[in-house]
């Protein structure tokens, strides 16, 4: 007979190591389980419950004013013009600046009025030309120009100071 031995394809055939359809859904099961566990476990936590008992607030009621109210003053310092920026200093600046007192007080502020350009302008030059593009610069200027109206007059002489007039050109 033949010397060749009979051989079936399909006995000699290993099973392929792979993932089949079973494996997968198996696969796909536990993807989904800890995705769910993650969210689950790492989100915080709600914060407890409590109890909260409806609070009515009190029907708004105006202030009366005192009559001994002290009225403000807005005093005008002389017009203050600056030349801004580095040589050969081009730009200027021209303010006009008030300051606000009690009526009492508005004197001191006439007599003060030359040490108050002093200040402003020792503060003024130290300003970049770059600054007065910047739109929140102006409210710190204000304080600054304030702090420095307060240095001059004392604590409480000044009650702030108000731009007029202000031109940059």
């Known amino acids: ?24 859904m198996v696969l796909g099961l536990a993807c989904a389980t800890t995705s769910f566990a993650s969210v689950f476990f790492l989100a915080p936590s709600p914060a407890p419950a409590t109890a909260t008992a409806a609070t009515v607030e009190p029907e708004y009621v105006p202030k009366e004013k005192p009559a001994t109210a002290k009225a403000h003053t807005y005093t005008p310092v002389q017009e203050i013009l600056i030349t801004i920026g580095h040589s050969p200093a081009t730009r200027y600046l021209k303010m006009q600046v008030s300051v606000a007192t ?10 003060s009025e030359t ?26 200027m204000r304080e600054q120009l304030s702090r420095r109206a307060d240095l001059v007059l004392g604590d409480g002489v000044s009650k702030g100071v108000m731009i007029t007039e202000f031109l940059l050109r």
């Open 102 to 111: 009690e009526k009492s007080k508005a004197k001191d502020v006439k007599s």
């Open 1 to 24: 007979m033949s010397s060749k031995e009979d051989t079936n394809p399909e006995a000699e055939a290993a099973p392929k190591s792979g993932l089949n359809l079973m494996g997968l």
């Open 115 to 140: 040490a108050l350009i002093d200040a402003f302008l020792l503060y003024l030059r130290s300003v970049e030309v770059s600054d007065f593009e910047d739109p929140n610069f102006y409210n710190h």
